[in-house]
């Protein structure tokens, strides 16, 4: 159901939840200082308790009365990147709700660059905000994406489409070496070239050990339809297949193939409505132009991330 913004402040002051857009997915707020309001977002997303939730903020003090032990590193980022798509990691005050963090003694903050999202912050204080999808399905980038997943009970400010299309950076800085836990919009080269420090990322992990981020363990951003890889523009489509392609081409209709004519900004803030289309049209396949290695662009990284935890099924 499509609220006001004032409907919307109404309802997380009196502990109920709505979901909002931001500029990377729309979020399902909740009050973090209620615990109740913050079970329901799990319960209606089917978000298992072990995903710890991003806490949206409006004002970058509101990080004190959040996190402790805050390196010089958050400062420069923060005064930097937000507001935008970047969550940092930091260790959390005693006073931030268990449920949060998932018993975890970090919590990870954030604060969007939304107006509507900052607005409604401002008038409710800091906001837990899982991605609003129901827990498996791509994360929504429009208001018409909440109402597919949960009909009309769940209450949502439209925002319009989502600028960026893909969830937000995380970043650890609990430990000394900084990491990138899950890409996103802001690359680790922006943040290196910022602190003039090494950025690890988690694929530079063994396979085999522990996920600091809890939720990259999670099949997430998958559609019904299997989703698989090709390394070029086939000269022919198959018309039961969805095709997502990055390649220019002039002249297609096709409704089962779509194309960003290589502009990646597009393909990021389109592919999860894309996952979306194939689905409710039918198809039981889609596939997707592999990305150029090469390419400097700062939407590769997570585009290649998200696509492929869609892979295989
Ligand atoms: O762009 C975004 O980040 C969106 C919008 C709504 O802000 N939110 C979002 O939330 O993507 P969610 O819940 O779908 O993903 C949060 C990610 C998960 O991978 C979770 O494991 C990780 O952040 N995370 C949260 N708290 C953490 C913590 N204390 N330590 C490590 N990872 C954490
Ligand atoms: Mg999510």
Redesign the pocket.
């Known amino acids: 159901m499509i609220i006001s913004l004032d409907r919307a402040i109404e309802l997380i002051r009196n502990g109920d939840i709505v979901a909002f857009p ?1 500029e ?4 399902l707020g909740a009050d973090v200082k209620n615990v109740v309001a913050i079970q329901k977002t799990f319960d209606i997303k089917g978000r298992p308790a072990d ?4 806490v ?1 903020i409006s004002d970058i003090d509101q990080v004190y009365e959040l996190a402790t032990d805050i390196p010089d590193s958050f400062k420069k980022l923060a005064n930097h990147f937000w507001p935008g ?1 970047l ?1 940092m ?1 930091l260790k959390k005050q005693a006073a931030v709700p268990d449920i949060v ?1 998932a018993g ?1 003694d ?3 903050i ?1 604060m ?1 660059d939304h107006p509507i999202a900052l607005e409604l912050i401002r008038n409710t204080g800091p906001l837990t ?3 609003a999808n129901r827990s498996g399905k791509p ?1 929504p980038t429009r208001a018409e994406h909440i109402i597919e997943d949960y009909g009309d009970k769940l209450p949502v400010v439209d925002g319009g489409s989502s600028t960026i299309g893909l ?2 950076t ?1 970043l ?1 800085l609990t430990s000394k070496q900084i990491e990138i ?2 890409p996103g919009a802001i690359s680790a080269e922006m943040i290196e070239n910022l602190l003039k420090t090494e950025v690890f990322k988690s694929t530079d992990h063994a396979a085999d050990s522990l996920p ?5 363990k999670y099949t997430h951003y998958k559609p019904k339809a299997s989703v698989n890889w090709i390394h070029s523009v086939p000269s022919q489509f198959d018309s039961k297949t969805f095709y997502i392609l990055h390649s220019k081409m002039s002249g297609k209709t096709e409704k089962n193939v779509v194309t960003c004519n290589g502009n990646f900004d597009l393909l990021a803030k389109l592919l999860y409505d894309y996952f979306r289309t194939a689905d409710h049209l039918g198809y039981s396949q889609i596939l997707v132009e592999t990305l150029p290695k090469l390419s400097p662009h700062p939407l590769i990284p997570p585009l290649k991330n998200r696509i492929s935890k869609s892979v295989g099924s």
Do not use: C, M
């Open positions: 931001t990377t997915v729309y979020g995903n710890p939730l991003i949206h798509p969550t990691v963090t975890l970090s919590v990870a954030r969007p905000a899982p991605s994360s969830e937000s995380v650890d836990l899950r600091k981020s809890p939720g990259v």
